[in-house]
C-alpha cells in the first residue's frame, strides 16, 4: 500500500487511461453519456457511465484517493459533510429490520450532527442514547463516534468503542474524522465500518468547497443502501467541486503536518501565558497537551473571550464559521450555537475555538496574545468603573 504523500500525488495524476494522456485529471462536466452502436453504456475504470447524478468521472477519482488513503473498500462523495451523514442514518438505521433498534449518540460533537440524529431519529421512533463517555452496552442499529469531539476536542479510545459494540451486536460503528483526517488516524483499521468527513474543512483546506464523504470498511448490503441514498436522495458533487477537492487534497499532508506542529506550539506557548496572566482556571484544550482538566460549562471568562472574536482583536485571525482551512479562524462557539441565557449550555461560554492556519505561528501567537491583552484590559477597565 502506497504511503500518503505518494498516494495524494499520485490519484490526482492518475490520468493515464485519458485519451488526451493529460497530466491532470480533466474536469467532465458532461451530465449524460452516449450508448455505442450496440446500445452499450461506456466504462470508465471501475464505472459504468449513465448519468451523473451516480456516476461522474471527476468524482470517482476523489473518491478512489480517498478510499486508498482511507485503506477502505469503497468511498463516496456528497455535496456536503450533513448529506453524508444522512445517507448513514438511511443506509444503517433505516435499514435494519429491529424495530426496537436506537442509535448512539456522543454527548459532545459538532452540533448539527446532534441535532441531525436527534430529529431524523425522533421522526421515525427511533430511541436516541447521548453517551458521554462510554458507549452504552446495548445493541444499537448506530453507534457515532466524534473524535476528538469539534469543539472540545474530546478523545475517545476507537478500539474500547468499537470492542463494546461488537459485544452487544451493535450494527454500525461510524466515525466522524473530520477533525483528524487519514493523516493522523485511520478509523476503519480499529474494526470501525463507516468513517465520515466533512471535506469542506481540511481534506479540501482552501475554504471554497462544501464536500462529504463516506469510506467503508466493507461493499456490504449497508453500503449498497449508502450508494442508493445518494442516488435517489440526490445528494450529489459536482464535478467543479471534485475537481477543487482533488486539487486541495493535493497538499493535504503537507497542511496537516505544519497546522499540526503550529498548533502544538501555540497550545503550549498560549497556556503558559494565560496562567501567567489569569491563574485562576484558564485552559487549553488540545489533545496534545498534557492538560488534566474537564471544561465547566459555566461562563467563566465569557467577557474575556467574547471581546477576542471581533475581527482586528487577534491580528490574523479571523472571526469566521470552520475549521481546517489555510487561514487561521477564531470563534466563540457559544453565541453561534447556544440560545441566549440557555441554562446547560453544551457549549462552554468561555471557550474559543480557534483553527491554526498555515501562517508563521510566531505571528499567530502574537496576534492571539495581543487579542488578549486588549480584552483583559477592556474587562478589567469596565469592572474598575463600575
Ligand atoms: C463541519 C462539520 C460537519 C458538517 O459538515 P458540512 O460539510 O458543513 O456539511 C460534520 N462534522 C464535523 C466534525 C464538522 O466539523
Request: with cysteine; net charge negative; glycine share 8%.
Amino acid at each position: 500500500m502506497l504511503d500518503h504523500g505518494t498516494l495524494l500525488v499520485r490519484g490526482a495524476a492518475d490520468a493515464a487511461d485519458d485519451p488526451t494522456r493529460s497530466v491532470i485529471q480533466p474536469i467532465y462536466p458532461s451530465t449524460t453519456y452516449a450508448r455505442d452502436d450496440a446500445h452499450e453504456l461506456p466504462r470508465f475504470r471501475d464505472r459504468t457511465l449513465c448519468y451523473a447524478r451516480p456516476d461522474n468521472p471527476s468524482v470517482r477519482a476523489c473518491e478512489r484517493t480517498l478510499r486508498d488513503l482511507e485503506r477502505g473498500s469503497d468511498c463516496a462523495l456528497f455535496s456536503s459533510g450533513m448529506a453524508a451523514v444522512n445517507a448513514v442514518l438511511e443506509g444503517a438505521v433505516r435499514g435494519t429490520s429491529d424495530a426496537s433498534s436506537f442509535a448512539c449518540s456522543p454527548s459532545r460533537g459538532y452540533f448539527a450532527v446532534r441535532a441531525r440524529i436527534r430529529e431524523w431519529c425522533a421522526a421515525r421512533g427511533v430511541e436516541v442514547v447521548e453517551y458521554d463517555p462510554d458507549v452504552p452496552g446495548r445493541k444499537a442499529a448506530l453507534v457515532w463516534v466524534e473524535s476528538p469531539a469539534n469543539p472540545t476536542w474530546d478523545v475517545m479510545d476507537l478500539e474500547q468503542v468499537v470492542a463494546v459494540a461488537r459485544a452487544c451486536d451493535a450494527g454500525c460503528v461510524c466515525v466522524d474524522s473530520t477533525v483528524l483526517t487519514p493523516i493522523c488516524t485511520k478509523p476503519l483499521s480499529f474494526g470501525v465500518d463507516v468513517v465520515m468527513h466533512s471535506a469542506t474543512k481540511y481534506l479540501n483546506g482552501h475554504g471554497d468547497v462544501v464536500a462529504g464523504a463516506l469510506v467503508t470498511r466493507e461493499c456490504d448490503d449497508r453500503w449498497q443502501r449508502i450508494l442508493h441514498e445518494r442516488k435517489l436522495g440526490g445528494a450529489t458533487m459536482g464535478s467543479m467541486d471534485a475537481y477543487l477537492l482533488s486539487r486541495g487534497m493535493r497538499t493535504l499532508e503537507l497542511r496537516v503536518r505544519r497546522q499540526s506542529e503550529s498548533a502544538m506550539w501555540i497550545a503550549h506557548e498560549f497556556e503558559q501565558y494565560l496562567r501567567s496572566r489569569i491563574p485562576h482556571g484558564a485552559i487549553v484544550l488540545y489533545p496534545g497537551l498534557q492538560t488534566d482538566t474537564t471544561v465547566e460549562s459555566k461562563n467563566a471568562h465569557y467577557d474575556i473571550v467574547n471581546r477576542m472574536c471581533p475581527n482586528g482583536v487577534c491580528d490574523y485571525w479571523t472571526c469566521a464559521t470552520s475549521l481546517g482551512g489555510f487561514e487561521s479562524l477564531i470563534e466563540h462557539r457559544y453565541s453561534v450555537e447556544c440560545a441566549p441565557g440557555e441554562k446547560e449550555p453544551h457549549v462552554p461560554g468561555g471557550l474559543l475555538r480557534l483553527s491554526v492556519g498555515l501562517e508563521t505561528k510566531e505571528d499567530l501567537l502574537a496576534g492571539l496574545k495581543r487579542g488578549f491583552d486588549i480584552a483583559l484590559m477592556d474587562v478589567v477597565g469596565a469592572s474598575v468603573a463600575t
